[in-house]
């Protein structure tokens, strides 16, 4: 097979005798001469894909020596090129770190402090008004589910009771809900402090990494000339 002969270092090998094998088995299945016709049309195609990748590999290989006898021949430039990379990789990492050297932790720790304290003083709210109003509600419209139906006047006068407490339940709920909300504006804030010096260090580190720009685009170009082709 044409594939095989071509296929000399055998990188292939197991991947033709599948397809062979395939062609044989589908070739038994087939019915009539079209069916063959087309299996051996598919097989085909697959091959000739093998024998195109072959031949790709061989080239590769041989750009690959070319590249390797160029610097070879070259090596002084080789080594200068690869040493301005390293200088130029401590230059780029020396940049990154004065970049993450800019922090406003000073700043934002005793902040950070402050929110805990009012987060804490938020949840510490006293609640309860609230309780007492809910099981005082509870209570009462369980001595209304035990008062006998034809007891007008003492279930009038229970249901009365219960308005009241649900009033009183709804002002303590609301009295504690603004107590709260004293607190999350202060955390807000506060958390507003937090996030514009966050930005300002951003800002500033941003303005530090540019300077590594230059230095990225002449590695690059670096690196495109230690593997362009030859």
């Not at 071509?6 to 397809?19: A, G, N, P, R, V």
């Not at 949840?123 to 419209?141: P, R």
């Not at 009183?168 to 909300?181: G, M």
């Not at 930005?199 to 500033?204: I, L």
């Amino acid at each position: 097979m044409l594939a095989r002969k071509i296929d000399e270092k055998k990188k292939y090998s197991s991947l033709i005798s599948t397809i062979s094998k395939i062609k044989v088995q589908n070739n038994a299945r087939c019915q009539g001469a079209d069916q063959q016709s087309g299996n051996y049309m598919y097989r085909i195609v697959e091959l000739t894909q093998v024998i195109t990748n072959v031949f790709m590999d061989e080239e590769d290989e041989k750009a690959a020596r070319r590249l390797e006898e160029y610097w070879e021949a070259h090596s002084e430039e080789k080594a200068q090129l690869i040493n301005e990379r390293a200088e130029l990789n401590k230059k780029i990492a020396e940049i990154k770190k004065q970049a993450a050297e800019i922090n406003a932790e000073q700043e934002i720790a005793p902040l950070r402090k402050k929110i805990n304290e009012l987060t804490y003083k938020m949840n510490s709210v006293s609640t309860s008004a609230v309780s007492q109003a809910t099981k005082k509600l509870k209570d009462k419209q369980d001595e209304l589910s035990a008062t006998g139906f034809f007891k007008f006047s003492l279930r009038k006068k229970i249901k009365a009771e219960i308005e009241e407490l649900v009033q009183q339940k709804v002002r303590a709920e609301s009295a504690v809900k603004k107590e709260q909300e004293v607190y999350r504006r202060e955390i807000e804030g506060v958390q507003k402090r937090i996030d514009a010096l966050n930005e300002d260090v951003k800002k500033k580190q941003n303005a530090v990494l540019l300077k590594k720009n230059p230095h990225e685009n002449r590695i690059l170009k670096i690196n495109a000339e230690l593997t362009k082709p030859r």
